[in-house]
């Protein structure tokens, strides 16, 4: 089946530096990503639509030049958080269609923001 | 943006009991479905319902739908402890791709 691979998994960092997120599709190419942010114990919210070898479509209300999102092949999307602060730490998930038909979305495992 | 609200927001059952959790949407949509996140996780496709059908089941799970009331539920029969995550519906909103996802319901069923 189709198999997103994310990581880190989670990370610390200091405030004011960078974080890359990567996401792979396994074995199905990817032409398009979900990006999602996910505070604790809330629901998932939409940050971003990529798209293999185009810009980025960005939700209202997020900062493109803060997540910076770079989707340069078929299997691989990135999510940078650029001069990270406290406010950015969160859990983000990427996800694609995969194989189980349109809409229906393959998750990778999340990365654990915690910014100190 | 965020449209469905699910309720109960958190179900404490035993094992063997039946969990029955719901979600309302306010847009049109092609399909809604339903995603379980074990804690800490990224999230696993359960089931889809498309907008034409009424209800839907897979093994243990039974979803429906009533689209003049915008809700659905989900049912989980003879839960097992292994069901303890929190479950979330998502909507496949007309004209767009990505998913918008409810407030989801945490599930905790006691061994």
């Known amino acids: 089946g189709a198999v997103v691979s994310q990581h880190p998994s989670w990370v610390i960092c200091k405030s004011g530096t960078s974080v890359k997120i990567e996401c792979r599709s396994l074995?199905?190419?990817?032409?398009?990503m979900f990006w999602y942010r996910q505070f604790p114990k809330q629901s998932l919210m939409l940050m971003a639509t990529s798209n293999e070898g185009s810009k980025a479509t960005y939700e209202q209300g997020v900062e493109k030049d803060k997540f910076l999102i770079n989707h340069a092949s078929l299997t691989l999307s990135t999510l940078t958080v650029t001069s990270a602060h406290p406010e950015d730490s969160s859990f983000y998930i990427c996800?694609?269609?995969?194989?189980?038909?349109?809409?229906?979305?393959?998750f990778g495992a999340g990365s654990r923001l915690t910014v100190l | 943006s965020q449209q469905g609200e699910e309720d109960p927001q958190a179900l404490s059952i035993q094992e063997g009991e039946n969990a029955t959790m719901n979600c309302s949407y306010k847009t049109s949509i092609n399909n809604l479905q339903w995603y379980r996140q074990n804690s800490g996780r990224g999230l696993v496709h359960l089931i889809l319902?498309?907008?034409?059908?009424r209800e839907k089941h897979s093994g243990r799970l039974r979803v429906t739908l009533d689209t003049s009331k915008k809700s659905s539920s989900l049912l989980i029969t003879a839960s097992r402890a292994a069901d303890t995550a929190s479950y979330f519906c998502a909507t496949a909103d007309t004209g767009r791709r990505a998913l918008t996802f409810g407030s989801g319901t945490r599930l905790q069923v006691q061994p």
């Open positions: 074995d199905f190419q990817a032409t398009t």
């Open positions: 319902i498309r907008s034409n059908e």
């Open positions: 996800s694609s269609e995969g194989v189980r038909g349109a809409n229906v979305l393959t």
